[in-house]
């Protein structure tokens, strides 16, 4: 049900006054203690007596602080002032619904009905007028009584016209007001915020962006130590780029006084594992190209034990199709290794491509050609080319100190870098 005039909804108002002005009043009070505190702060920047006692550091950090502490007190301040008033507002308009929302209900349902009765009551007036031939015609008290019918139900429509018209005109007004002051107290505590200056919605985003990737670059590293060629260098684009993203994000706030040094720092630690990945796996060999040459060297070893091709040997005569067949029974006997491999072996290995490389050529041992000369070169010298012992280690020590660190990034644990916790840019604060 709305208003004619207004349109607007007819309904109780949601929210508790009593809780809005409370809340509002000890906002009120907790800036005011805050301005308070500003001002003892300042005090103590200002005062000769701390400087003059050796307490330089304590004086700067008081006078540091007092800004920030003043800016906090002029928004709870002003924020709780604005709330009392759209509590006080909330009440009155929840109050007079209260009082009158049945009533307004009744009124309208009252003029619904009375314009009915009128609709009636001149149609069975009017339907005197038209009489049949088996009828008799209407005797003047007839008529009569249906002209006081019409004229009664015209009363009884002006008067529920009236009636529903001013109730629904309160309630506009009071929806109205309400209304008014719902975006007033919307627009008091924005203009709050710009007074004060510290509006850091913007930034708590940034905050939770970069929480949020940390976490998702910790769950893709788990998972690039998983999943295997030909995912591994999607994996490691996705990862790469969302480094990158931090180390941008951080420098933002950097650039805005958000951030230290030690924080820009610790997000371009992030960007080395990529640099000495590219330096440890300098002429470690590919997958796609182990598998290739692998069944390669298998096709050259089923073709070289193939008897040769004589008419006077029957056994002979198959060789040409045995030898046209080969790269298939190759194919075959040396499947693509599997896309899931150990975690713990990836780590080692410094990827997962190096453990699906081990599993390709352990399948070329297991092989009925793996005595071949060729074959066995082919396996000899491809496992030369993967880690050995001490990258290993090398790549096991680097994979838990940067996962370390970006487990402390994560948990805002990561300690700050001495002589670059205190670099900031002058136009940053």
Same mark, same amino acid.
């Given at each position: 049900?709305?208003?004619?005039?207004?349109?607007h909804?007819?309904?109780?108002?949601?929210?508790?006054?009593?809780?809005?002005w409370?809340?509002?009043?000890?906002?009120?009070?907790?800036?005011?203690?805050?301005?308070?505190?500003?001002?003892?702060?300042?005090?103590?920047?200002?005062?000769?007596?701390?400087?003059?006692?050796?307490?330089d550091?304590?004086?700067?950090?008081?006078?540091?602080?007092?800004?920030?502490?003043?800016?906090?007190?002029?928004?709870?301040?002003e924020?709780?002032?604005?709330?009392?008033?759209?509590?006080?507002a909330?009440?009155t308009?929840?109050?007079w619904?209260?009082?009158?929302?049945?009533?307004?209900?009744? #009124?309208?349902?009252?003029?619904? /009905? *009375?314009?009915? !009765?009128?609709?009636? %009551?001149?149609?069975? &007036?009017?339907? +005197?007028d =038209?009489?049949?031939?088996?009828?008799?015609?209407?005797?003047?008290?007839?008529?009569?009584? #249906?002209?006081?019918?019409?004229? /009664? *139900?015209?009363? !009884?429509?002006t008067? %529920?016209?009236?009636? &529903?018209n001013? +109730?629904? =005109?309160?309630?506009?007004?009071?929806?109205?007001?309400?209304?008014?002051?719902?975006?007033? #107290?919307?627009?008091?505590?924005?203009? *709050?915020?710009?007074?004060?200056g510290n509006?850091?919605?913007?930034?708590?985003?940034?905050?939770?962006?970069?929480?949020?990737?940390?976490?998702?670059?910790?769950?893709?590293?788990v998972? #690039?130590?998983?999943?295997?060629?030909?995912?591994?260098?999607?994996?490691?684009?996705?990862?790469?780029?969302?480094?990158?993203?931090?180390?941008?994000?951080?420098?933002?706030?950097?650039?805005?006084?958000?951030?230290?040094?030690?924080?820009?720092?610790?997000s371009?630690?992030?960007?080395?594992?990529?640099?000495?990945?590219?330096?440890?796996?300098?002429?470690?060999?590919?997958?796609?190209?182990?598998?290739?040459?692998?069944?390669?060297v298998?096709?050259?070893?089923i073709?070289?034990?193939?008897?040769?091709?004589?008419?006077l040997?029957?056994t002979?005569?198959?060789?040409?199709?045995r030898?046209?067949?080969?790269?298939?029974?190759?194919?075959?006997?040396?499947?693509?290794?599997?896309?899931?491999?150990?975690?713990?072996?990836?780590?080692a290995?410094?990827g997962s491509?190096?453990?699906?490389?081990q599993n390709f050529?352990?399948?070329?041992?297991?092989?009925?050609?793996?005595?071949?000369?060729?074959?066995?070169?082919?396996?000899?010298?491809?496992?030369?080319?993967?880690?050995?012992?001490?990258?290993q280690?090398?790549?096991?020590?680097?994979?838990?100190?940067f996962t370390?660190?970006d487990?402390?990034?994560?948990?805002?644990a990561?300690?700050?870098?001495?002589?670059?916790?205190?670099?900031?840019?002058?136009?940053?604060?």
């Amino acid at each position: 049900m709305r208003s004619p005039q207004g349109g607007h909804e007819l309904r109780q108002l949601e929210g508790n006054p009593e809780d809005i002005w409370t809340r509002g009043d000890a906002w009120v009070k907790l800036g005011l203690v805050m301005e308070k505190t500003a001002e003892e702060l300042t005090a103590i920047g200002d005062s000769s007596i701390h400087k003059s006692k050796g307490t330089d550091k304590l004086a700067d950090m008081a006078s540091e602080s007092a800004d920030d502490l003043d800016s906090a007190g002029v928004r709870y301040r002003e924020t709780g002032k604005a709330l009392r008033t759209y509590a006080d507002a909330l009440e009155t308009a929840q109050s007079w619904l209260r009082r009158n929302l049945d009533s307004v209900e009744r #009124a309208e349902l009252d003029y619904q /009905s *009375a314009r009915d !009765a009128k609709a009636e %009551a001149i149609s069975s &007036r009017d339907s +005197l007028d =038209t009489t049949w031939p088996w009828e008799d015609d209407p005797t003047d008290a007839q008529r009569s009584a #249906a002209d006081d019918e019409v004229g /009664s *139900a015209t009363t !009884a429509l002006t008067t %529920a016209t009236t009636t &529903r018209n001013e +109730l629904w =005109t309160e309630f506009d007004q009071v929806f109205v007001a309400w209304s008014d002051a719902y975006d007033d #107290a919307v627009d008091d505590i924005q203009q *709050a915020m710009d007074t004060a200056g510290n509006n850091d919605g913007f930034w708590e985003f940034v905050d939770s962006a970069l929480d949020v990737i940390g976490i998702v670059l910790i769950v893709l590293s788990v998972i #690039a130590l998983i999943i295997g060629a030909p995912l591994t260098g999607l994996l490691g684009l996705v990862i790469l780029g969302l480094t990158l993203l931090v180390v941008g994000l951080t420098l933002l706030k950097f650039a805005f006084g958000k951030a230290t040094l030690s924080d820009v720092a610790w997000s371009l630690v992030g960007l080395l594992p990529f640099g000495i990945g590219k330096v440890l796996s300098r002429g470690a060999p590919v997958l796609s190209t182990v598998v290739r040459g692998g069944r390669s060297v298998v096709t050259t070893a089923i073709r070289s034990g193939l008897p040769r091709l004589s008419l006077l040997r029957p056994t002979s005569w198959t060789s040409p199709l045995r030898s046209l067949v080969a790269p298939v029974r190759s194919w075959l006997a040396l499947p693509r290794p599997s896309l899931f491999v150990n975690p713990f072996r990836s780590i080692a290995m410094g990827g997962s491509e190096g453990v699906q490389i081990q599993n390709f050529l352990t399948t070329m041992r297991s092989s009925q050609w793996a005595n071949n000369p060729g074959v066995a070169e082919f396996i000899t010298s491809t496992a030369g080319a993967l880690p050995g012992r001490g990258q290993q280690l090398l790549n096991t020590g680097l994979w838990t100190t940067f996962t370390g660190v970006d487990g402390l990034g994560v948990a805002d644990a990561q300690p700050d870098i001495p002589l670059l916790e205190d670099v900031e840019l002058p136009w940053g604060k």
